[in-house]
């Protein structure tokens, strides 16, 4: 029977031998083997190309960890995929695996910072040059390209400021002139695009967030296609790196209910922002709510479904009353990352770090993560909160 992904989420990795619903968890270093024969044979054959089973090292993976890797190709329609301990090091794994010294990589502006910091100053001391480009300009682009660009790098949306990119202009501008892609696909997850099979060689996500939903594990992923398979597989295995068995068993239980939580972080979203709409304070809501919009546009020409990450513009001209409303909130944790079940905020600085989005003075942008509370105490929390700036 041909069953669906959202199907396949609830049904796969199950353990045959146990009978249970869920992989078991096998932490392993040695892979015992019944002879040197067995072992060669197995050295051979890491992947079968239907399923990912091979492994003979518990660096390579475990029971639990292919099972994972084999939910995300799923996912993805990818060709492989690698696990990486957080979803950073995915991104600094496509990064480093694939540009060398001389090498140009276009970075798109809005990526987050760890992203901008790699590619900013770690980058120059390898005698790679990343460029950033506007992601609202896709002409900035096209003139940035050079016979050295190796690599287009993009978060799409930026997860701070919210552009959506055309990105099939970009895959066909790339594919031309050889140069490879990387999506950092973290917001709208692979339920919602497939950077893969819509052309990018690679597709970045931070398991850490939607995957795993409960802010109890780290992980990241990177799902590639066979154009760049051969070159992240020999970076990785230098790398040494490996994501362990308990956190890749969280981000399965995780997954099994990721169409579910994000249908209903999407509804509670936009019923906050029906709210935040109405709030004079409010200048701006980043976040692709208005039809008539590019970003709007680009969101429903790529993506099947809308998830809980946005931003709001505050126009104050006192920054300490706009820190007092994020201070304030009841329900909105102040902290780092996103993706879980609960509502976070934070107030972010980026009136340095980025060229293509200028913020005057008496403008500043607060990140909200719309999570699984009831949403009328979210807008409740909101209310009372806002009063606060000036
Ligand atoms: C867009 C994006 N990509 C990647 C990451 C990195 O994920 P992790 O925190 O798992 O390293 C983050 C984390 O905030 C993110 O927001």
């Not at 890797?69 to 695996?97: Q, R, W």
């Not at 249908?263 to 709210?275: D, G, S």
């Not at 509502?343 to 980025?354: C, E, F, G, N, T």
């Amino acid at each position: 029977m041909k069953k669906s992904i959202n199907t396949r989420l609830k049904h796969s990795s199950k353990d045959q031998l146990n009978r249970s619903a869920n992989p078991p968890v096998v932490r392993a270093s040695t892979i015992l083997f019944d002879s040197m024969q067995e072992l060669a044979a197995h050295e051979k054959k890491i992947i079968n190309r239907k399923r990912i089973t091979h492994y003979n090292y518990g660096r390579y993976g475990s029971q639990t960890t292919i099972e994972l890797e084999n939910i995300i190709k799923d996912l993805e329609e990818a060709y492989h995929v690698f696990l990486t301990p957080t979803g950073f090091g995915a991104v600094s794994l496509c990064l480093m695996a694939l540009c060398r010294p001389g090498d140009e990589v276009l970075v798109s502006d809005n990526v987050y910072n760890p992203t901008r910091e790699l590619s900013s100053n770690l980058f120059p001391e390898l005698n790679i040059k990343a460029i950033f480009y506007d992601p609202n300009d896709i002409n900035d682009l096209k003139k940035k390209i050079s016979n050295k660009t190796k690599l287009i790098f993009v978060e799409n949306p930026g997860s701070i400021t919210f552009e959506f990119q055309d990105l099939n202009e970009i895959i066909k501008i790339a594919k031309k002139r050889k140069i490879y892609t990387a999506l950092d696909n973290t917001w709208g997850t692979p339920l919602y695009l497939k950077p893969i099979p819509l052309g990018f060689d690679l597709s970045i996500s931070s398991a850490t967030k939607y995957f795993s939903g409960h802010s109890d594990a780290m992980g990241g992923t990177l799902a590639v296609n066979k154009n760049v398979y051969k070159k992240i597989k020999f970076y990785n295995r230098f790398l040494g790196t490996r994501l362990s068995a308990d956190e890749a068993y969280l981000i399965i239980r995780g997954i099994r209910t990721l169409d579910t939580r994000l249908k209903a972080h999407y509804e509670n979203t936009l019923k906050v922002i029906k709210f935040l709409k109405t709030q004079k304070k409010i200048k701006e809501i980043l976040y692709p709510h208005k039809p008539g919009s590019k970003n709007f546009k680009m969101w429903k020409k790529y993506y099947s479904g809308g998830t809980g990450l946005l931003s709001i513009l505050i126009k104050s001209k006192n920054k300490a009353s706009v820190i007092k409303f994020v201070n304030n909130l009841e329900l909105f944790g102040i902290g780092y990352s996103w993706g879980g079940f609960e509502s976070l905020a934070i107030y972010q600085d980026i009136k340095k770090s980025r060229d293509f989005y200028k913020l005057s003075n008496d403008e500043h942008l607060v990140r909200l993560h719309i999570g699984l509370e009831d949403p009328n105490d979210l807008i409740n929390d909101l209310k009372n909160s806002l009063k606060f700036i000036k």
